[in-house]
């Protein structure tokens, strides 16, 4: 394993953390929430990472506190990041964790350096930080608590229910900065969550986290990603996944096509040759040419989950995904937040 690097790519240097082994604890927890999960616990040299190439993302800096997620959705493209550390990017992404146990003081430090500028910090871009680990490292209640005291704009991605535990932060920071909270729910059908994204809440649950933001005054997109083909691309599977992410109040929806990058892509194809054999063909058809669905197949979605919500009734993408909430301490209400919708896998 190389402890030598654990950015979140191998690209940024910027974004390059180094450790030395001695700086590694590793712990098991004999829980049935952490069964087979093996923890490596870190103490950053950096948490602020600098996105490369970020003109082509909505926002040019992320906080990931952990690597690697036991959400385990077979199709996530942060897969291949596992093997920057000689980490397995299959099982082991799903079970060996990496934990910056320093994440939040760390923040707090770098938001307090005068060369920091205040600028949009992502969260959730890389892999989900309300995954099941946060539950026991409690990393995102000091890492909201600095970006509120600091009134820094942020937004988060996710698909952990463990979000609402966090509300009352999440609340104080959004009456004195923008705060965008997006959730992703790529589809309704138990069967296919169930296989494709086993360590996830269900969707219906991710959908409540929507409407409890929503009732406390945070406005939440949906990410409706992915959208899988020939699995949950079905007119009326798209019909009832819009309807429902409608129903929960959520602000905007953004349908994303299953992409399939190298990491992913090897994981994915072993599960759809198990799951449904009947298909490989036709993905290797469909992904022939890279990692992205053909051009006409996204428009095509795209087109049909945008009638779905005019139907029901559901703005599109980035209006309202970030909130401020008036407050004693209160500016006039600036531009929405960017929500990491390009960039995101989850
Ligand atoms: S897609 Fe998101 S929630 Fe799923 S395993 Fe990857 S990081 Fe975790």
New binding site residues.
């Given amino acids: 394993m190389r402890w030598d690097h654990l950015g979140d790519t191998p690209a940024a240097p910027a974004d390059t953390a180094l450790f030395g082994t001695d700086a590694v604890t590793t712990r098991t927890f004999d829980t049935p929430e952490f069964r087979g999960i093996t923890f490596h616990e870190v103490r950053a040299r950096s948490i602020l990472n600098r996105v490369p190439g970020a003109s082509r993302m909505p926002f040019e800096w992320t906080v990931n506190p952990y690597r690697g ?1 036991s ?3 077979v199709y ?1 493209f ?1 897969r291949k990041t596992h093997s920057y550390l000689d980490l397995d990017t299959g099982l082991g992404f799903d079970s060996q964790i990496v934990v910056k146990v320093n994440a939040p003081e760390l923040l707090t430090r770098q938001l307090a350096s005068p060369r920091w500028q205040g600028a949009h910090i992502a969260m959730g871009t890389n ?2 930080c309300y ?1 099941r680990a946060e539950g026991r490292y409690r990393l995102m209640p000091g890492i909201l608590t600095a970006l509120r005291d600091r009134a820094n704009p942020f937004s988060i991605l996710t ?1 952990g229910t463990l979000l609402l535990r966090d509300l009352d932060l999440l609340v104080e920071a959004a009456r004195v900065t923008e705060v965008g909270v997006s959730v992703s729910v790529g589809f309704t059908d138990q069967e296919l969550w169930r296989t494709i ?1 086993p360590g ?1 809440p269900s969707p219906q649950r991710r959908l409540d986290v929507v409407r409890a933001l929503g009732d406390h005054g945070i406005g939440c997109g949906v990410l409706m990603a992915p959208v899988v083909p020939f699995l949950g691309d079905g007119p009326e599977q798209l019909r009832e996944t819009v309807r429902a992410i409608a129903a929960s109040g959520a602000t905007s929806v953004t349908p994303l096509v299953l992409h399939l990058r190298p990491g992913a892509r090897e994981w994915f194809m072993e599960w759809l040759g198990r799951h449904h054999p009947g298909l490989v063909r036709r993905y290797e058809r469909m992904y022939g040419d890279g990692a992205y669905a053909p051009t006409w197949y996204q428009r095509r979605i795209t087109r049909q989950v945008h009638e779905f919500a005019a139907e029901f009734g559901i703005g599109p993408a980035g209006r309202g995904a970030s909130r401020r909430i008036s407050g004693p301490r209160d500016a006039p209400e600036a531009a929405p937040a960017p929500v990491p919708e390009q960039l995101t ?2």
């Fill in positions: 997620c959400h385990a959705c996530c942060a892999v989900d995954q698909k994204e996830t896998l989850l």
